[in-house]
């Protein structure tokens, strides 16, 4: 075992993690969005949108 094997797999579980957190949040998003959808389409709107007749 040299140094190098150290310094190398700190770098490759560093990338695997950095990744994992990517997709994890990427897939999150995508189920988030989903969901408003559906809550948006069952008549379920966001306090903060306006409102369709524009006041």
Do not use: C, N, Q
């Not at 310094?7 to 990338?15: C, D, L, Q």
């Not at 990744?19 to 989903?34: C, P, S």
């Amino acid at each position: 075992m040299t140094h190098a094997f150290y310094v190398y797999a700190s770098y490759g579980i560093a990338a695997l993690v950095t990744i994992a957190v990517i997709l994890w949040t990427w897939a999150d998003g995508r189920a988030r969005r989903r969901e408003l959808a559906s809550l948006e389409a069952a008549g379920i709107r966001r306090r903060s949108a306006r409102p369709k007749d524009g006041k």
